[in-house]
């Protein structure tokens, strides 16, 4: 994702500790990038950033949307 794109209060797929996860940014740091929680662990996160977050959380890892049809149609790519 580019840094522009990327608005507080909404949940990303991001990049933690070398797994993806869902987070949702609740901040910007003032050390740069923005300051988010681990949804899984419950833990706050920096995102240093815009490159460790994927996509918003709208799609879940398994390349649905929320509403569960598939993110595209078989023969197609994203």
Excluded: F, H
């Excluded at 840094?3 to 996860?21: M, R």
């Excluded at 995102?47 to 595209?72: N, T």
Aim: glycine residues 12%; proline residues 5%.
């Amino acid at each position: 994702m580019k840094k522009a794109e990327v608005q507080i209060g909404t949940t990303y797929i991001a990049k933690v500790s070398g797994v993806l996860t869902r987070v949702r940014i609740t901040g910007q740091s003032p050390y740069g990038g923005w300051v988010g929680r681990n949804l899984a662990t419950g833990r706050e996160v920096r995102i240093r950033s815009a490159a460790r977050l994927r996509r918003p959380a709208s799609e879940d890892s398994y390349g649905r949307l929320a509403d569960g049809s598939p993110k595209c149609q078989p023969g197609e790519t994203d």
